[in-house]
T-cell receptor, first 116, second 108 residues
Framework: NAGVTQTPKFQVLKTGQSMTLQCAQDMNHNSMYWYRQDPGMGLRLIYYSASEGTTDKGEVPNGYNVSRLNKREFSLRLESAAPSQTSVYFC???????????????FGPGTRLTVL | EDKVVQSPLSLVVHEGDTVTLNCSYEVTNFRSLLWYKQEKKAPTFLFMLTSSGIEKKSGRLSSILDKKELFSILNITATQTGDSAVYLCAVTTDKLIFGTGTRLQVFP
Protein backbone atom coordinates (compact mmCIF):
# COMPACT_ATOMS: atom_id res chain seq x y z
CA ASN A 1 0.00 0.00 0.00
CA ALA A 2 1.93 3.03 -1.29
CA GLY A 3 -0.68 5.68 -0.42
CA VAL A 4 -0.42 8.71 -2.72
CA THR A 5 2.43 8.73 -5.24
CA GLN A 6 3.57 11.55 -7.49
CA THR A 7 5.94 11.73 -10.42
CA PRO A 8 8.30 13.32 -11.14
CA LYS A 9 9.90 14.46 -7.89
CA PHE A 10 11.76 17.29 -9.58
CA GLN A 11 11.40 19.05 -12.93
CA VAL A 12 12.97 22.03 -14.63
CA LEU A 13 11.16 23.56 -17.60
CA LYS A 14 11.76 26.46 -19.89
CA THR A 15 9.07 29.08 -20.33
CA GLY A 16 6.49 27.87 -22.80
CA GLN A 17 7.19 24.16 -22.40
CA SER A 18 4.43 21.81 -21.39
CA MET A 19 4.39 18.93 -18.97
CA THR A 20 2.07 16.67 -17.00
CA LEU A 21 2.39 15.88 -13.31
CA GLN A 22 1.12 12.44 -12.42
CA CYS A 23 -0.63 11.40 -9.25
CA ALA A 24 -1.98 8.02 -8.21
CA GLN A 25 -3.52 6.63 -5.04
CA ASP A 26 -4.15 3.03 -4.08
CA MET A 27 -6.55 3.65 -1.20
CA ASN A 28 -9.73 3.52 -3.30
CA HIS A 29 -10.43 7.17 -2.46
CA ASN A 30 -13.13 9.04 -4.30
CA SER A 31 -11.75 12.57 -4.04
CA MET A 32 -8.40 13.84 -5.29
CA TYR A 33 -6.81 17.28 -5.20
CA TRP A 34 -3.94 19.29 -6.62
CA TYR A 35 -2.29 22.03 -4.53
CA ARG A 36 0.63 24.33 -5.03
CA GLN A 37 2.74 25.59 -2.16
CA ASP A 38 4.73 28.79 -2.39
CA PRO A 39 6.79 30.45 0.35
CA GLY A 40 4.59 32.62 2.54
CA MET A 41 1.44 31.57 0.68
CA GLY A 42 0.54 28.28 2.29
CA LEU A 43 -1.17 25.57 0.28
CA ARG A 44 -3.52 26.75 -2.45
CA LEU A 45 -5.97 24.52 -4.25
CA ILE A 46 -5.59 24.36 -8.04
CA TYR A 47 -8.20 21.77 -9.02
CA TYR A 48 -10.05 18.96 -7.37
CA SER A 49 -12.03 15.93 -8.39
CA ALA A 50 -14.84 14.87 -6.09
CA SER A 51 -15.28 11.57 -7.88
CA GLU A 52 -14.21 9.75 -10.99
CA GLY A 53 -15.38 11.66 -14.04
CA THR A 54 -15.73 15.06 -12.36
CA THR A 55 -13.30 17.94 -11.93
CA ASP A 56 -13.73 21.44 -10.49
CA LYS A 57 -11.64 24.57 -10.26
CA GLY A 58 -10.06 25.54 -7.01
CA GLU A 59 -8.52 28.81 -5.88
CA VAL A 60 -5.81 29.18 -8.55
CA PRO A 61 -6.76 27.19 -11.68
CA ASN A 62 -5.43 29.51 -14.37
CA GLY A 63 -2.67 28.00 -16.49
CA TYR A 64 -3.54 24.43 -15.50
CA ASN A 65 -5.71 21.59 -16.70
CA VAL A 66 -6.52 18.31 -15.03
CA SER A 67 -7.71 14.86 -15.98
CA ARG A 68 -9.26 12.27 -13.70
CA LEU A 69 -8.19 9.33 -15.77
CA ASN A 70 -9.81 6.77 -13.49
CA LYS A 71 -10.46 6.40 -9.79
CA ARG A 72 -6.76 5.97 -9.04
CA GLU A 73 -5.17 8.67 -11.17
CA PHE A 74 -5.46 12.45 -11.31
CA SER A 75 -3.03 14.34 -13.53
CA LEU A 76 -2.16 18.04 -13.68
CA ARG A 77 -1.05 19.57 -16.96
CA LEU A 78 0.78 22.81 -17.65
CA GLU A 79 0.23 23.63 -21.31
CA SER A 80 2.64 26.57 -21.49
CA ALA A 81 4.74 26.88 -18.36
CA ALA A 82 5.49 30.31 -16.91
CA PRO A 83 8.01 31.34 -14.22
CA SER A 84 5.06 32.16 -11.94
CA GLN A 85 4.29 28.44 -11.89
CA THR A 86 7.55 27.65 -10.14
CA SER A 87 6.34 25.96 -7.00
CA VAL A 88 6.03 22.71 -5.11
CA TYR A 89 2.97 20.76 -6.21
CA PHE A 90 1.16 18.36 -3.91
CA CYS A 91 -1.48 15.84 -4.82
CA UNK A 92 -3.86 14.61 -2.12
CA UNK A 93 -6.75 12.18 -1.81
CA UNK A 94 -9.63 11.66 0.56
CA UNK A 95 -11.98 8.72 0.85
CA UNK A 96 -14.70 9.66 3.36
CA UNK A 97 -18.27 10.04 2.23
CA UNK A 98 -20.33 13.21 2.45
CA UNK A 99 -18.85 15.40 -0.24
CA UNK A 100 -15.34 16.28 -1.35
CA UNK A 101 -14.35 18.38 1.64
CA UNK A 102 -13.50 17.99 5.21
CA UNK A 103 -11.64 15.49 7.32
CA UNK A 104 -8.29 13.95 6.66
CA UNK A 105 -6.52 14.24 3.36
CA UNK A 106 -3.56 12.07 2.47
CA PHE A 107 -0.78 13.89 0.65
CA GLY A 108 1.74 12.73 -1.90
CA PRO A 109 5.45 13.59 -1.47
CA GLY A 110 5.33 16.58 -3.81
CA THR A 111 6.88 17.67 -7.10
CA ARG A 112 9.32 20.55 -7.12
CA LEU A 113 8.90 22.42 -10.40
CA THR A 114 11.15 25.22 -11.59
CA VAL A 115 10.27 27.23 -14.68
CA LEU A 116 13.12 29.26 -16.13
CA GLU B 1 -13.54 36.23 1.45
CA ASP B 2 -12.71 33.16 3.53
CA LYS B 3 -9.38 33.33 5.29
CA VAL B 4 -7.26 31.44 7.77
CA VAL B 5 -4.53 33.27 9.67
CA GLN B 6 -1.82 31.62 11.70
CA SER B 7 0.48 33.20 14.25
CA PRO B 8 3.25 33.52 14.93
CA LEU B 9 4.79 33.08 11.51
CA SER B 10 7.96 31.77 13.08
CA LEU B 11 9.01 30.55 16.50
CA VAL B 12 12.40 29.54 17.89
CA VAL B 13 12.57 27.71 21.22
CA HIS B 14 14.84 25.41 23.20
CA GLU B 15 14.14 21.80 23.93
CA GLY B 16 11.81 21.40 26.86
CA ASP B 17 9.90 24.60 26.22
CA THR B 18 6.14 24.63 25.75
CA VAL B 19 4.75 26.38 22.68
CA THR B 20 1.30 27.52 21.62
CA LEU B 21 0.46 28.01 17.98
CA ASN B 22 -2.58 30.01 16.97
CA CYS B 23 -5.04 29.72 14.12
CA SER B 24 -7.90 32.14 13.58
CA TYR B 25 -10.43 31.97 10.79
CA GLU B 26 -13.17 33.89 9.09
CA VAL B 27 -15.20 31.61 6.87
CA THR B 28 -18.75 30.86 5.89
CA ASN B 29 -20.18 27.40 6.37
CA PHE B 30 -17.50 26.12 8.76
CA ARG B 31 -17.30 22.33 8.92
CA SER B 32 -14.03 21.45 10.63
CA LEU B 33 -10.51 22.64 11.43
CA LEU B 34 -7.47 20.53 10.74
CA TRP B 35 -3.88 20.71 11.96
CA TYR B 36 -0.99 19.31 9.93
CA LYS B 37 2.74 19.00 10.54
CA GLN B 38 4.98 19.54 7.55
CA GLU B 39 8.64 18.67 7.67
CA LYS B 40 10.57 18.37 4.44
CA LYS B 41 7.84 17.01 2.26
CA ALA B 42 4.10 16.51 2.41
CA PRO B 43 1.92 17.55 5.35
CA THR B 44 1.00 14.84 7.82
CA PHE B 45 -2.30 14.92 9.64
CA LEU B 46 -2.38 15.75 13.37
CA PHE B 47 -5.90 16.62 14.48
CA MET B 48 -9.38 17.33 13.25
CA LEU B 49 -11.62 19.55 15.38
CA THR B 50 -15.32 20.07 14.87
CA SER B 51 -16.71 20.93 18.32
CA SER B 52 -15.83 23.78 20.63
CA GLY B 53 -14.10 23.12 23.92
CA ILE B 54 -13.20 19.48 23.35
CA GLU B 55 -9.47 18.97 23.58
CA LYS B 56 -7.81 16.53 21.22
CA LYS B 57 -4.59 15.06 22.55
CA SER B 58 -1.81 12.96 21.10
CA GLY B 59 1.26 12.53 23.26
CA ARG B 60 2.79 15.95 23.87
CA LEU B 61 0.50 17.63 21.34
CA SER B 62 -2.96 18.91 22.07
CA SER B 63 -5.44 21.15 20.34
CA ILE B 64 -8.72 22.85 21.05
CA LEU B 65 -11.26 24.81 19.05
CA ASP B 66 -13.31 27.86 20.02
CA LYS B 67 -16.12 28.27 17.48
CA LYS B 68 -17.46 31.38 19.20
CA GLU B 69 -14.20 33.29 18.98
CA LEU B 70 -13.22 31.55 15.72
CA PHE B 71 -9.82 30.22 16.62
CA SER B 72 -7.88 27.13 17.51
CA ILE B 73 -4.63 26.57 19.36
CA LEU B 74 -2.08 23.81 19.04
CA ASN B 75 0.02 23.18 22.15
CA ILE B 76 3.26 21.28 22.22
CA THR B 77 4.75 20.56 25.64
CA ALA B 78 8.32 19.52 26.42
CA THR B 79 9.39 20.28 22.85
CA GLN B 80 12.03 18.17 21.14
CA THR B 81 14.23 18.86 18.12
CA GLY B 82 12.04 16.44 16.18
CA ASP B 83 9.13 18.86 16.60
CA SER B 84 10.88 21.31 14.28
CA ALA B 85 8.54 21.73 11.32
CA VAL B 86 5.95 23.97 9.74
CA TYR B 87 2.56 23.54 11.38
CA LEU B 88 -0.38 24.15 9.07
CA CYS B 89 -3.93 24.93 10.03
CA ALA B 90 -6.72 24.32 7.52
CA VAL B 91 -10.45 24.99 7.66
CA THR B 92 -13.03 23.10 5.65
CA THR B 93 -16.10 24.82 4.29
CA ASP B 94 -17.16 23.93 0.80
CA LYS B 95 -13.43 24.22 0.19
CA LEU B 96 -10.30 23.45 2.15
CA ILE B 97 -8.46 26.65 3.08
CA PHE B 98 -4.94 26.54 4.48
CA GLY B 99 -3.17 29.12 6.59
CA THR B 100 0.39 30.07 5.71
CA GLY B 101 1.79 28.03 8.57
CA THR B 102 3.95 28.57 11.64
CA ARG B 103 7.59 27.58 11.33
CA LEU B 104 8.78 26.07 14.61
CA GLN B 105 12.47 25.54 15.25
CA VAL B 106 13.51 23.68 18.39
CA PHE B 107 17.16 23.88 19.36
CA PRO B 108 18.94 21.54 21.79
Amino acid sequence: NAGVTQTPKFQVLKTGQSMTLQCAQDMNHNSMYWYRQDPGMGLRLIYYSASEGTTDKGEVPNGYNVSRLNKREFSLRLESAAPSQTSVYFCASRGLAGGPWGNEQFFGPGTRLTVL
Amino acid sequence: EDKVVQSPLSLVVHEGDTVTLNCSYEVTNFRSLLWYKQEKKAPTFLFMLTSSGIEKKSGRLSSILDKKELFSILNITATQTGDSAVYLCAVTTDKLIFGTGTRLQVFP
